[in-house]
């Protein structure tokens, strides 16, 4: 009996350690997270001001990597204008520039949007695949895209209908470190 105590005990210490080794790893990462996004602000402020150079990051999700305190990070920039707006999309719009299963997804989240409801918690409600969390937002300002930023991951359709097409510079970027 002696034994099997020490057992559960051993073996709840040895759970606790593994939690523990997690969870510091998990902040490890956060941290180098957000010392890659501090060294994006530069690159982030002149998108802003509509100067990115040529050879600098695209902001339609392409990879990027960069080295940061010896380690190479891998990030993209994606322009929200870009992405299909769960709330301000039009319908015809988001269905040329998405899979028939992807479009039902979305139709599926805005019938169960509910106003306190936030982006993630909203896809994960209408149980959406994980990758639509790169293809949609909820942060644009504008019910067209912007087909210069269009996301990579959405496909290239022929344009037939301007007026649902924006231009000019980005207004929010997201940045995925990876």
Known sequence: MLTGL???????????????????????????????????YPTLAEAFLNVLPDDGPKLN?????ATVSGQKIAFSLQDVAG?????RTAE????????????EALLRIREMQQPETGFRQSLARANA?????????????????NLENLSIRMPAVEVLDNSMVAAGAPKLL???VE
């Open 61 to 65: 999700g392409t990879p990027t990597e």
């Open 83 to 87: 992405l299909v707006d769960i709330h």
């Open 92 to 103: 015809a719009v988001a269905q040329k520039h998405l899979t028939p299963a992807d479009f």
């Open 174 to 176: 997201r940045v995925e």
């Open 6 to 40: 020490v057992l559960v005990l051993q073996s709840q210490s040895l759970t606790t350690s593994l939690t523990n080794k997690a969870l510091v790893k998990r902040i490890e990462n956060d941290n180098l997270s957000s010392s890659v996004q501090a060294l994006l």
């Open 129 to 145: 695949p994980a990758h639509l969390s790169l293809m949609l937002t909820d942060a644009s300002s504008q019910d067209q895209l």
